[in-house]
């Protein structure tokens, strides 16, 4: 029977016979196994060649892999002292019974170039090594963009199989195929493999149990491009509308400069629109940064209007400062923001009630005299 014994070999012919192997190949149908109680070990491994693309907003991955898989086909057997020494040989995979592997995230089609062959060793073992690009689903953080680290699964497991048909364990240990993805991941692209870890686990549904391996990619992504085109012109924009403060309010139209950069930070906001990424589950903290920047920028044209209307108001007639308001600004506010007042200026003070009749002081002691006239050049004028 065929089931029992080995594919036979012929003089002067390199190994199994094409009789012997078309009768395996009528096989195809069915589990390679002479006992249909005992479970076919698959061994997986695979290998991230490539980061092709994240989306955000549709909450996609997509990677190429080299994947390989190995099973044990009990009817491809023979003796290789019996078929001139030929321990391996290569046979379509479409004449072969192959386990249905998928990933379970897999959200597209396939379109990555199909191997049609297999390996197969004397003692029966297939190797199958094939590519796969694959767009998957994956839970995206994006709340640190772009210093944003992305962990996503892959879950390997048989579709129709149960754990007594299929059984599916790692071909490598998960050190050594992350360390074999850091080796041939392309260096150029926008994300860097960090590591990949697994575990094997038995996912129940009703009354049928499958063998599963459960595969966490971690990857992080290089920050350089955004900081380059986002965080650096956008700190560049805040500092000048900082320094504009130092602008004399009489000479310049601070006003005008102001709104002409936060003219400049709008049109900045939209051109790097494409850039930031779009969710529904939360805002970049990247995004509330450039808000921050944005009401900065409104409230500081606010408080150059409000210093305007009150330098042309100061300009007509002069009033009495209240006693709350130089006290809170020309103290406590000067003390905060390390202000030093000039030698020849005396520093605020509470005014006395016996010292507020004085014919030396018309205008009050809230009424502070500008730097150019000190007191030493009353008596002079005075004399004039």
């Known amino acids: 029977?065929?089931?029992?014994?080995?594919?036979?070999?012929?003089?002067?012919?390199?190994?199994?016979?094409?009789?012997?192997?078309?009768?395996?190949?009528?096989l195809q149908p069915f589990r390679p196994v002479v006992n249909l109680s005992n479970p076919t070990i698959t061994n997986i491994s695979f290998t991230l060649y490539a980061v092709l693309g994240v989306n955000e907003k549709t909450q996609i991955l997509t990677t190429f892999l080299w994947l390989r898989l190995y099973w044990h086909h009990e009817f491809l057997i023979w003796d290789p002292d019996e078929c001139d020494g030929v321990i391996r040989i290569s046979l379509p995979v479409r004449q072969l019974w192959s386990p249905d592997i998928i990933v379970y995230e897999f959200v597209d089609d396939d379109v990555s170039q199909a191997c049609p062959y297999v390996y197969?060793?004397?003692?029966?073992?297939?190797?199958?090594?094939?590519?796969?690009?694959?767009?998957?689903?994956?839970?995206?953080?994006?709340?640190?963009?772009?210093?944003?680290?992305?962990?996503?699964?892959?879950?390997?497991?048989?579709?129709?199989?149960?754990?007594?048909?299929v059984r599916v364990s790692p071909a490598l240990t998960f050190k050594?195929?992350?360390?074999?993805?850091?080796?041939?991941?392309?260096?150029?692209?926008?994300?860097?493999?960090?590591?990949?870890?697994?575990?094997?686990?038995?996912?129940?549904f009703g009354i049928d149990e499958w063998d599963i391996i459960t595969f966490w990619v971690v990857i992080k992504r290089r920050p350089v491009l955004y900081v380059v085109n986002l965080l650096i012109p956008s700190s560049f924009l805040m500092l000048i509308d900082i320094l504009s403060f130092y602008?004399?309010?009489?000479?310049?139209?601070?006003?005008?400069?102001?709104?002409?950069?936060?003219?400049?930070?709008?049109?900045?906001?939209?051109?790097?629109?494409?850039?930031?990424?779009?969710?529904?589950?939360?805002?970049?903290?990247?995004?509330?940064?450039?808000?921050?920047?944005?009401?900065?920028?409104?409230?500081?044209?606010?408080?150059?209007?409000?210093i305007t209307n009150v330098l042309h108001h100061s300009t007509m007639k002069y009033q009495e400062i209240p006693n709350w308001v130089r006290v809170v600004v020309l103290k406590y506010i000067a003390?905060?923001?390390?202000?030093?007042?000039?030698?020849?200026?005396?520093?605020?003070?509470?005014?006395?009630?016996?010292?507020?009749?004085?014919?030396?002081?018309?205008?009050?002691?809230?009424?502070?005299?500008?730097a150019s006239q000190t007191p030493a050049q009353h008596p002079t004028s005075n004399g004039g």
């Open 1 to 26: 029977s065929l089931c029992y014994s080995k594919l036979s070999c012929e003089e002067g012919h390199s190994g199994p016979t094409h009789e012997s192997m078309q009768a395996v190949f009528d």
């Open 120 to 165: 197969v060793n004397h003692t029966g073992h297939i190797r199958w090594d094939r590519m796969l690009r694959l767009v998957s689903a994956c839970n995206l953080e994006i709340f640190s963009f772009p210093f944003d680290v992305q962990n996503c699964t892959f879950t390997f497991g048989s579709y129709m199989h149960t754990i007594r048909d």
């Open 176 to 204: 050594e195929m992350s360390e074999n993805s850091k080796r041939y991941l392309e260096a150029s692209g926008e994300w860097e493999l960090v590591d990949i870890l697994g575990e094997t686990s038995i996912l129940q």
């Open 247 to 306: 602008l004399p309010p009489h000479s310049v139209d601070r006003a005008s400069f102001k709104m002409t950069l936060i003219l400049g930070y709008t049109v900045f906001l939209l051109i790097m629109n494409d850039l930031l990424p779009s969710t529904a589950n939360g805002t970049p903290i990247i995004g509330i940064y450039f808000s921050v920047c944005l009401a900065l920028m409104v409230i500081s044209l606010l408080e150059t209007v409000i």
């Open 335 to 370: 003390s905060l923001i390390c202000y030093r007042w000039p030698e020849d200026v005396p520093p605020p003070s509470i005014p006395q009630k016996d010292k507020s009749d004085s014919p030396n002081d018309s205008s009050g002691p809230w009424i502070i005299q500008p």
